[in-house]
């Protein structure tokens, strides 16, 4: 049974920075690409960035470059979002996803066929 199991959200203020761990288990996701979403109180869930398993190739929203960065460690399973420079606006609920498509496909959330929980980031000002 494939599970994605997102940790490390929490409470920070403004400025402040959080790194989100997804743990992938279940299958071989070497062909797959990670991403990651969120989703604010009555909107809509947002596409955050996207990385392929292998090659590490990764791709982000506009508004997050510079900011967040998306990383795997060869080495163990999880994809990592470091988040840099936190804005009450992030506040959201974070989900891990996983897709069989590439990156071009990756800003959608109909390209992935698995999600996680979630995990709840709040920004306070």
């Known amino acids: 049974q494939v599970q994605l199991v997102e940790s490390g959200g929490g409470l920070v203020q403004a400025g402040g920075s959080l790194r989100l761990s997804c743990a992938a288990s279940?299958?071989?996701?070497?062909?797959?690409?990670m991403g990651w979403f969120r989703q604010a109180p009555g909107k809509e869930r947002e596409f955050v960035a996207a990385?392929?398993?292998?090659?590490?190739?990764?791709y982000y929203a506009e508004p997050m470059k510079g900011r967040f960065t998306i990383s795997r460690d060869n080495a163990k399973n999880p994809i990592y979002l470091q988040m840099n420079s936190l804005k009450p606006e992030d506040t959201a609920v974070y989900y891990c996803?996983?897709?069989?498509?590439?990156?071009?496909?990756?800003?959608?959330?109909?390209?992935?066929?698995?999600w996680g929980q979630g995990t709840q980031v709040t920004v306070s000002s």
């Open positions: 996803a996983a897709s069989r498509r590439g990156l071009s496909y990756s800003a959608h959330t109909g390209a992935y066929e698995y």
């Open positions: 990385i392929r398993w292998s090659g590490g190739s990764t």
């Open positions: 279940g299958r071989t996701f070497s062909s797959f690409t």
